[in-house]
Nanobody, 114 residues
Framework: VQLQASGGGLVQAGGSLRLSCAASGSTFVFNAIGWYRQAPGKQRELVAIFNSAGRIDYADSVKGRFTISRDNAKNTVYLQMNSLKPGDTAVYYC?????????WGQGTLVTVSS
């Protein structure tokens, strides 16, 4: 399985970006799939995920601003990010889990200027 993330870039505070994560190489269904981020000098943290119980979880810091969605026909997960803040600056990684297996995408950089 390969996860290809795209959509990052430079945006001013208050702006929007949409990230995409396309999965390829297998047709099985993931137990969980979503987005994490890692800011400079900080640990990687969960942003939004379709969890193993079939629900969506968001980090408190992005609730009301970010929306995760998926297109199963395209094996793609999206992260719509609105009202971006400088604190959202990070490398964003998509992550997928199936059984005991975990995959990470290569990361896409989001930079929010003030």
């Amino acid at each position: 399985v390969q996860l290809q993330a795209s959509g990052g870039g430079l945006v001013q505070a208050g702006g929007s970006l949409r990230l995409s994560c396309a999965a390829s190489g297998s047709t099985f269904v993931f137990n969980a799939i979503g987005w994490y981020r890692q800011a400079p000098g900080k640990q990687r943290e969960l942003v939004a995920i379709f969890n193993s119980a079939g629900r969506i979880d968001y980090a408190d810091s992005v609730k009301g601003r970010f929306t995760i969605s998926r297109d199963n026909a395209k094996n793609t997960v999206y992260l719509q990010m609105n009202s971006l803040k400088p604190g959202d600056t990070a490398v964003y990684y998509c992550n997928a889990i199936s059984g005991w297996n975990t995959w990470w995408g290569q990361g896409t950089l989001v930079t929010v200027s003030s």
